[in-house]
């Protein structure tokens, strides 16, 4: 029963090609484009919300001009794992972001790149980061490697919290599926709590699509 539940995670193969992961390209097909002089409602929806997310993270990045630019790559982040999310919950599609390799892939890179490029331009900022204020002498060397710790702990935690609730949530929708096939006078109830559990999925992927840009932002604001 296990093995047949975590089986939707694996990702079929064609000729020893893992074509699923394709379903990360697909994603960029449902980004409206302009075509039209006038533009449509979804192109105004996307351009509201967009406006939102800069607004707040313009608001983390007050401290330091120099990564005001990097609400650009957070919003992008924002929405290519939403609509990831939101796709996998479509019947037949691989779901990429229930893989820490989908997950890793995204906070690992972006989180060395800023740490990179803090140790490199603001090497005093960051050392003084390690040491909280007031901590005595006898503790610095510990509270050096607990910081050390905690900054390389940090893209894991963000993967691992993604991946863990797209997981959780397949699975429930696929026990809650299996219970179609008993013969029941319980079926409506049945149905409606899966139309529920559906919606609160849907607002699960997009929470967490945004729990993670957020976060993301947050920590790079703090060592910058």
Same mark, same amino acid.
């Given at each position: =029963?296990?093995?047949?539940l975590?089986?939707?995670?694996?990702p &079929?193969?064609?000729?020893?090609?893992? #074509?699923?992961?394709?379903m990360?390209?697909?994603?960029? #097909?449902?980004?409206?484009?302009?075509?039209?002089?006038?533009?449509?409602?979804?192109?105004?929806?996307?351009?509201?919300?967009?406006?939102?997310?800069?607004?707040?993270?313009?608001m983390?990045?007050?401290?330091?001009?120099? #990564?005001?630019?990097?609400?650009l790559?957070?919003?992008?982040?924002f929405?290519?794992?939403?609509?990831?999310?939101?796709?996998?919950? %479509?019947?037949?599609? %691989?779901?990429?972001?229930?893989?820490?390799?989908?997950s890793?892939s995204?906070?690992?890179?972006?989180?060395? &790149?800023?740490?990179?490029?803090c140790?490199?331009?603001?090497?005093?900022?960051m050392?003084?980061?390690l040491v909280?204020?007031?901590?005595?002498?006898?503790?610095?060397?510990?509270m050096?490697?607990?910081e050390?710790?905690?900054?390389?702990?940090?893209?894991?935690?963000?993967?691992?919290?993604l991946?863990?609730?797209?997981?959780?949530?397949?699975l429930?929708m696929?026990?809650l599926?299996?219970? #179609?096939?008993?013969?029941?006078?319980?079926?409506?109830?049945i149905?409606?709590?899966?139309?529920?559990?559906?919606?609160?999925?849907? =607002?699960?992927?997009?929470?967490?699509?945004?729990?993670?840009?957020?976060?993301?932002?947050?920590?790079s604001s703090?060592?910058?």
């Amino acid at each position: =029963m296990m093995t047949s539940l975590f089986s939707m995670f694996d990702p &079929s193969a064609i000729m020893m090609m893992p #074509m699923n992961w394709f379903m990360m390209l697909l994603t960029m #097909m449902f980004i409206p484009t302009s075509f039209w002089k006038i533009k449509s409602r979804s192109i105004f929806k996307m351009n509201f919300l967009m406006n939102m997310l800069h607004k707040e993270f313009m608001m983390l990045f007050l401290k330091n001009i120099m #990564m005001k630019g990097s609400t650009l790559i957070c919003i992008s982040l924002f929405f290519f794992i939403m609509i990831n999310n939101l796709t996998s919950n %479509f019947p037949y599609t %691989f779901c990429c972001s229930a893989h820490l390799v989908f997950s890793m892939s995204l906070s690992v890179p972006i989180w060395m &790149s800023i740490i990179m490029f803090c140790w490199i331009n603001l090497t005093k900022t960051m050392l003084s980061h390690l040491v909280p204020t007031g901590t005595p002498m006898m503790l610095m060397p510990l509270m050096v490697l607990i910081e050390m710790t905690s900054n390389i702990i940090r893209p894991m935690a963000l993967a691992v919290r993604l991946t863990a609730n797209l997981i959780a949530g397949h699975l429930l929708m696929a026990l809650l599926g299996n219970t #179609m096939n008993i013969n029941s006078y319980y079926w409506i109830i049945i149905v409606s709590i899966q139309t529920m559990f559906m919606i609160f999925e849907l =607002m699960v992927a997009i929470i967490q699509s945004y729990v993670f840009s957020v976060l993301m932002t947050l920590y790079s604001s703090e060592i910058s």
